[in-house]
Nanobody
Framework: VQLQASGGGLVQAGDSLRLSCAAS????????MGWFRQAPGKEREFVAT????????YYADSVKGRFTISRDDAKNTVFLRMNNLKPEDTAVYFC???????????????WGQGTQVTVSS
């Protein structure tokens, strides 16, 4: 079972990026999918999660209105569209899968390797 995150890069403040997380090894259509991020010297923090079926989403206050999580279960892929990026969004972004709809990192059973997002001012 593998989650492969991609789409990170170096951008300027105000730019947009779309992260992708492709799952393999089994279907994740019955799992909640989440995005987390970790900046240097900081703990991993919740960014967004989407429930199985895509009917519910939940965002951290810091990204609400700028980030959008979505999923394509036919492709076993989850996305994170990030608009109006800010320097404080700089971090390694991780995708994860859980049998719970939760913002708690410990509730996720599967994790991807992370993709770096760097936002310059």
């Amino acid at each position: 079972v593998q989650l492969q995150a991609s789409g990170g890069g170096l951008v300027q403040a105000g730019d947009s990026l779309r992260l992708s997380c492709a799952a393999s090894g089994r279907t994740f259509s019955n799992d909640a999918m989440g995005w987390f991020r970790q900046a240097p010297g900081k703990e991993r923090e919740f960014v967004a999660t989407i429930k199985w079926g895509g009917s519910l989403t939940y965002y951290a206050d810091s990204v609400k209105g700028r980030f959008t999580i979505s999923r394509d279960d036919a492709k076993n892929t989850v996305f994170l569209r990030m608009n109006n990026l800010k320097p404080e969004d700089t971090a390694v972004y991780f995708c994860a899968a859980s049998d719970l709809f939760t913002r708690v990192p410990g509730g996720y059973q599967y994790w991807g390797q992370g993709t770096q997002v760097t936002v310059s001012s």
